[in-house]
């Protein structure tokens, strides 16, 4: 047999299994081309390389769900191989409840192929006995997961591709209800869940042996129903109220904001929650405001990259705006955006941890206010308060900092995330933990009273919702805006405020995106091999390699992929690859204190000159000039 023949044989099988005509026509033109019948070589050579591709491997199952390109075959995102993966958590959620029958909710975004995802996991779910509540129209993730927490679901499934680009798709799983009933419950899957249910993924014999409800007889007292409205309106009337701020009703209806949702699906939920919140002025960005699965304002829908907030400026120097808010397409993230005469165009775009420090501290007054932290609490901070945790960590109280006295609040962030937030947690007496990256570990985390990362991720609300939640974040981020306004003064100042109590912290991504995921592999091994002994000119004192967990630095962070430096002028640069798309990662953290009586332009300067010389000096190290 030809090594080409086993590989068309595996398609002819797969087509032969495959419920939709959409991917079979796909499979069948490439098939055609690949048997070679009256074709050029090259293009057998190109048909036969497409059919690799599709079927190099399935689709890897992790905490991250289901990720990939939309097509036909294992290694793409299809019907298929979404009711495989239903068929496998289902029978992971019978394994784990002893044969009862789960309650799964199941939500959906406006991509290509998202509703059909949805409905087809609801039969799968429903035809093994279970209870489906899909939710009433395509809506933001956060919407999903408070729904899972909100019915006692003992899952949720939400379909989406968050900001990737138009070509995929995803399939992100919650746990709760009877399943998990800890502080994690409703958050994302973390192991071992993850990979319990890819074993049940991997044991379906086929798709055509998964029963669908949709199927006359398969249907086993399982039911799919369709979630009321009040289920949304819930979530809204929640995100709305998160507005505790002191400041009068005329400064939030006076604050001029521009909103996009970047072709996604938050626009309308978003600006309802915002005006409910009394936030009135919100002018939504025209190009943007409707859903739209081929995203075509931007060449990815991800208000981190360059140029996807340029539509959202131009609106906001049209109406006179005072903040920009952008969504991404699922609502999942929050990017912001403040008038400011020194930069290009007049705006700034905030970064992610510039908005998780402001946030940070909004919530630290908040905490100390409703939980009645005291001085006290601030005077007998014990050193092992900020000890970071990979995520399932000892409940305050119950073995872990706090054993002894009442537990305190706490403030969460991933460990690429600047470490402000440490500062300002112990300058309010509150703890604080460092997580793995990723809100399946930040959510999760004991006694959490809000949560970021610095990839515009922020879960203010996790009572209510164990994710980042950008509609919440955003009426936060509005909430303080207009506080400051109410006081003649802007969110820049408040950065000004931090920086002088804990000094400059400067943060910068450098991002290397590759066609190759061998590169990254090559980076990573090169940097293992031989790491920089200086960066910015300072002696590298620590270097860790992630695999072996967090050290002294972070002795309770399990291993993750990933290395650690850190200098002796207190500089930190972490590597680590994306967990869901072909990029290395590089973050970059320069702390330069601010002096007393000295302006704090001065330390901004000093810190960001830092932070080229260490960017300049990763990149060298790291094989990349």
């Not at 048909?47 to 097509?71: K, M, N, V």
């Not at 903040?323 to 970064?351: I, K, M, Y």
Request: aromatic content about 4%; glycine content about 10%; some cysteine.
């Amino acid at each position: 047999m030809r090594p080409d023949d086993a590989l068309l044989s595996q398609v002819r099988t797969w087509i032969e299994d495959d419920p939709d005509p959409a991917t079979v026509d796909e499979l069948r033109e490439l098939l055609g081309y690949a048997e070679g019948g009256g074709v050029e070589p090259s293009e057998r050579e190109q048909a036969l390389d497409a059919l690799a591709d599709r079927f190099s491997g399935p689709l890897t199952f992790g905490t991250a769900g289901l990720r990939g390109r939309l097509g036909a075959g294992p290694h793409r995102m299809n019907r298929a191989v979404v009711i495989q993966a239903a068929a496998g958590l289902t029978a992971y959620l019978h394994e784990v409840l002893d044969g009862a029958a789960p309650v799964v909710v199941i939500g959906y975004d406006a991509r290509y192929g998202s509703a059909t995802f949805a409905r087809d996991t609801a039969d799968v779910v429903a035809a093994a006995g279970g209870r489906s509540v899909l939710l009433p129209e395509a809506l933001p993730t956060p919407v999903l997961a408070f729904a899972v927490r909100e019915l006692g679901a003992d899952a949720g499934v939400m379909v989406t591709a968050s900001h990737n680009p138009p070509e995929d798709n995803g399939y992100k799983v919650y746990l709760g209800g009877r399943v998990i009933t800890d502080a994690g419950q409703g958050a994302q899957i973390v192991p071992p869940a993850d990979e319990r249910i890819a074993a049940q993924i991997a044991a379906v014999p086929s798709v055509a042996s998964v029963p669908r409800s949709a199927e006359e007889g398969d249907r086993q007292g399982g039911s799919v129903e369709i979630a009321e409205r009040s289920l949304v309106d819930a979530y809204a009337d929640r995100a709305a109220s998160l507005v505790t701020a002191p400041a009068p009703a005329s400064a939030r209806a006076g604050l001029s904001i521009v909103l996009t949702p970047m072709h996604g699906v938050g626009g309308a939920l978003a600006t309802r929650v915002l005006r409910a919140a009394g936030f009135t002025t919100v002018h939504l960005v025209r190009e943007q405001a409707e859903p739209d699965p081929d995203f075509p304002t931007v060449a990815f829908p991800n208000p981190e990259e360059p140029g996807a907030l340029d539509l959202a400026f131009a609106t906001a120097r049209a109406n006179g705006a005072d903040l920009v808010l952008a969504n991404d397409p699922d609502a999942d993230r929050c990017s912001v955006a403040v008038p400011d005469p020194t930069a290009e165009g007049g705006w700034r775009q905030l970064t992610g941890d510039e908005v998780g420090s402001l946030l940070g501290e909004q919530a630290a007054r908040l905490a100390t206010t409703s939980h009645g932290v005291t001085d006290d609490h601030v005077a007998d901070r014990s050193s092992t308060d900020n000890k970071p945790t990979g995520g399932e960590v000892d409940t305050p109280g119950e073995g872990g900092a706090d054993t002894g006295r009442a537990a305190r609040p706490v403030l969460v962030s991933s460990i690429v995330s600047s470490r402000m937030l440490a500062s300002i947690a112990d300058a309010h007496g509150l703890a604080h933990r460092a997580t793995l990256t990723g809100f399946k570990w930040i959510s999760r985390v004991p006694g959490a009273v809000y949560g970021y990362e610095e990839a515009l991720g922020y879960c203010v609300d996790p009572a209510a919702v164990r994710d980042k939640d950008g509609i919440s974040a955003a009426v936060r981020i509005a909430e303080l805006a207009a506080d400051l306004r109410a006081q003649g003064r802007t969110l820049l100042d408040a950065l000004d405020d931090l920086a002088v109590t804990h000094g400059v912290h400067a943060t910068a991504p450098l991002t290397v995106r590759v066609e190759n995921t061998d590169e990254i592999t090559a980076t990573m091994a090169r940097l293992r091999m031989a790491g920089p002994r200086t960066l910015a000119g300072s002696a590298v004192v620590t270097s860790l390699d992630l695999n072996d967990g967090g050290g002294q630095t972070y002795p309770d962070l399990p291993p993750t992929d990933g290395l650690l430096y850190l200098t002796k002028a207190g500089d930190r640069v972490i590597v680590r690859p994306s967990g869901t798309e072909p990029k290395l990662k590089f973050y970059l953290e320069v702390v330069e204190p601010v002096a007393p009586g000295e302006p704090v332009t001065a330390s901004r300067t000093r810190a960001a000159e830092r932070l080229v010389a260490l960017r300049a000096d990763m990149a060298t190290a790291a094989g990349l000039t």
